[in-house]
């Protein structure tokens, strides 16, 4: 494991643990949290270029920047994919999978692997009680961002927050 691996697990870790503390306290008081004020905090916690050791779009060709925008929607479209299989999922069974391989093939044929496998990949989590799994994250990395999403590590979960 290279130290790019190691501050992605930590990055990932952070997340997760400030979105369970979200969920616990959502539940102990009875109220909905702010996604804004989850996103905000884990924005503050994780996906930084610096972080993840990733190029700043400004050192990238033209051609290495229109080749990173194709990567990353394609992860955005492939995260997609993985979203829906989940949904799916937790409609049949009513609760996430505890790993991501009990999704195949029954809510989608196979995984999808990062464009970039060597180097990138979608990592899901399941969160809360394992059994069953009461939410999840699942994360994933843009080299180059979007309009909407940030270069760096971003964060989805079924409560419908994605964490730029």
């Known amino acids: 494991m290279n130290i790019k691996d190691i501050k992605v697990t930590i990055l990932v870790v952070i997340g997760i ?3 369970i503390a979200a969920a616990i306290y959502a539940l102990a008081s009875n109220e909905e949290v702010s996604i804004d ?3 905000s905090t ?3 916690a ?9 190029p700043s779009v ?6 290495e920047k229109s080749d990173a925008q194709v990567r990353d929607q394609e ?3 492939e995260v997609g ?3 829906s299989a989940l949904k799916d999922f937790v409609e049949a069974k009513g609760y996430y999978p505890t790993t991501i391989d009990e999704i195949v093939p029954d809510y989608i044929s196979k995984l999808p692997t990062d464009p970039m496998p060597e180097s990138y990949e979608y990592t899901y989590t399941c969160i809360g009680s394992t059994n069953p799994c009461v939410l999840y994250d699942l994360s ?3 080299e180059v961002g979007t309009d909407e999403l940030p270069a760096g590590l971003n964060l989805v979960s079924p409560e419908e927050i994605a964490i730029p």
């Open 42 to 44: 884990i924005n503050t």
């Open 81 to 83: 994919d993985i979203e």
């Open 140 to 142: 994933y990395i843009l």
């Open 75 to 77: 992860r955005i479209a």
């Open 37 to 39: 004020i989850i996103s």
């Open 58 to 63: 400004e050192e990238l060709t033209e051609e």
């Open 46 to 54: 994780v996906a930084t270029n610096e972080s993840l050791d990733l």
């Open 17 to 19: 643990i400030i979105i």
